[in-house]
């Protein structure tokens, strides 16, 4: 629950800024980036294309707790999709400016670290639900 509470504050807070010389020319959201004009661009979509599902799958797989091996995959997706996001996060923030801004560099913000911690929470829940599943199987052969 606590994952998918730092993935939701993730997508609706700035994860980033462009700065040239020192002053901030854009604001970089999961879904656009706001240039010094305070027009939205949508070259950032793939991050929120990739951390909305996360939000999604770790929902349903809270209800999946008759079939722990499924919902131990479903923990395993998303960590490789905040992964996934921290990567497509790198390119955006290297390759995505305008050029007329003059030399840009970007600065991350620190809601840019909710997914690292989301990401921590999903290994921890696979690890556990992997260790309950042992668990019953211990126990059935004991039947």
């Known amino acids: ?62 209800f999946l707790y008759h079939n722990r091996k499924t919902q131990a995959l479903f923990c395993g997706l998303n960590a490789l999709l905040v992964v996934g996001w921290y990567i497509c996060y790198f390119v955006v923030g290297q390759t995505v400016g305008d050029k007329s801004w003059g030399t840009v560099s970007f600065r991350p913000e620190w809601p840019a670290v909710l997914p690292a911690v989301a990401l921590i929470l999903y290994l921890m829940a696979m690890r556990a639900i992997r260790a309950d599943e042992r668990l019953v199987r211990s126990m059935d052969r004991i039947r």
């Not at 656009?32 to 939000?55: E, N, R, V, Y």
């Open 1 to 62: 629950m606590a994952a998918i509470i730092l993935t939701v504050m993730c997508l609706s807070m700035q994860i980033g800024s462009f700065r040239a010389v020192g002053m901030e020319v854009a604001r970089v959201y999961n879904l656009w980036f706001t240039d010094p004009l305070g027009k939205h661009h949508f070259d950032t979509w793939p991050l929120m294309a990739i951390l909305l599902p996360t939000a999604v799958i770790a929902c349903y797989t809270i």
